[in-house]
Nanobody, 118 residues
Framework: QVQLVESGGGLVQPGGSLRLSCAAS????????MGWYRQGPGKQRELVAD???????NYADSVKDRFTISRDNYKKTVYLQMNSLKPEDTAVYYC????????????WGQGTQVTVSS
């Protein structure tokens, strides 16, 4: 069983930066795809970014020039570096993990609030 614990959310001004972390406990972390979803107020849940077990990354068009996802398999942690934040980025961010080869996330973090406001 894998448990994901998120941290790093907070309140920032537009143009600011935050770095989210998602630390995993459990075995065979390196085989899992990892990623981040977010859900803003009154909005649908959307995929922000993900990263395969091999390090290939994928980003939503709205964030691809500003956010960077990375992982450290030794630390069993995935990161989301968020730069040039916009009010539209305000959301609860959820990290997830899924075994390679599966479509649906199997494990979810508890969510961390990111608020971008002046």
């Amino acid at each position: 069983q894998v448990q994901l614990v998120e941290s790093g959310g907070g309140l920032v001004q537009p143009g600011g930066s935050l770095r989210l972390s998602c630390a995993a406990s459990g075995s065979i972390f390196s085989i899992y795809y990892m990623g981040w979803y977010r859900q803003g107020p009154g909005k649908q849940r959307e995929l922000v970014a993900d990263i395969t077990s091999f390090g290939s990354t994928n980003y939503a068009d709205s964030v691809k020039d500003r956010f960077t996802i990375s992982r450290d398999n030794y630390k069993k942690t995935v990161y989301l570096q968020m730069n040039s934040l916009k009010p539209e980025d305000t959301a609860v961010y959820y990290c997830y993990a899924k075994p390679s080869g599966e479509v649906t996330p199997r494990y979810w973090g508890q969510g961390t609030q990111v608020t971008v406001s002046s």
